[in-house]
């Protein structure tokens, strides 16, 4: 079964500093790789799929396919990135696999 | 996009009684997804709900515990059965908007079972 591992459960940066949130997963094929938003009192939201390879509000995520990883990056963080992100992955039924999230603190 | 709502947004209940979540949908979608968020834990799928046919349930879910109607597709229910303070979490609803990859989710229902 198609596993994620997100290995930190508390990420705290400075305004301004870089961010990378990390996300490792299982799967023997190709994946389909997601990583999910939610801010104070919203509700869970999708940021970005690999497959886009769009930037969205400055965070990427490249799919390396070596280490199995989906890893998530902004080089500029800012106060408003503070949230829960969750890295996830299709289960080839078109449901997700969550990994355990990591909660962002940007501090001014 | 969906927008999804679902009833009731919380409810505090006693143990061995039962609550059934709704959760409607402002389009036609095929598939939902129900999913449970213990506390501190991520989201784990329940089961997927397609209309006209019985629920897929995920391992370690039971449609004796966790029954899922699905009478059309805008709205479908989930009720938590014989209730136990494990079952406390925030349940949550999920459809694929139209056309797209993106799942769109429901605000969420807190459940505290004393």
């Known amino acids: 079964a198609q596993r994620v591992t997100q290995p930190e459960k508390l990420l705290s940066v400075f305004k301004g500093a870089p961010v990378e949130l990390k996300c490792n997963y299982s799967y023997s094929g190709s994946p389909e790789l997601f990583w999910y938003v939610q801010y104070s009192r919203q509700r869970l939201q999708l940021l970005l799929r690999h497959i886009s390879r769009e930037s969205i509000k400055g965070f990427t995520a490249d799919l390396n396919k070596g280490e199995t990883s989906f890893h998530l990056k902004k080089p500029f963080a800012q106060e408003e990135d503070s949230a829960m992100y969750y890295c996830?992955?299709?289960?080839?039924?078109?449901?997700?696999?969550f990994g355990s999230g990591t909660r962002l603190q940007v501090q001014p | 996009s969906a927008v999804i709502s679902q009833k009731p947004s919380r409810d505090i209940c006693q143990r061995g009684t039962s609550l059934t979540i709704q959760c409607q949908v402002d389009?036609?979608?095929?598939?939902m997804f129900w999913y449970r968020q213990q506390p501190g834990q991520s989201l784990t799928l329940i089961a997927t709900?397609?209309?006209?046919?019985?629920?897929?349930?995920e391992s370690g879910f039971v449609i004796d515990k966790f029954p899922i109607s699905r009478p059309n597709l805008t709205f479908s229910t989930l009720t938590v059965s014989n209730m136990s303070p494990e079952d406390s979490s925030i349940y949550l609803c999920?459809?694929?908007?139209?056309?797209?990859?993106?799942?769109?989710f429901g605000p969420g229902t807190r459940l505290t079972v004393t």
């Open positions: 999920s459809v694929f908007g139209t056309g797209t990859y993106e799942q769109y």
């Open positions: 709900a397609n209309q006209g046919s019985e629920a897929t349930y």
């Open positions: 389009s036609q979608v095929t598939m």
């Open positions: 996830a992955t299709d289960t080839g039924r078109r449901a997700l696999t």
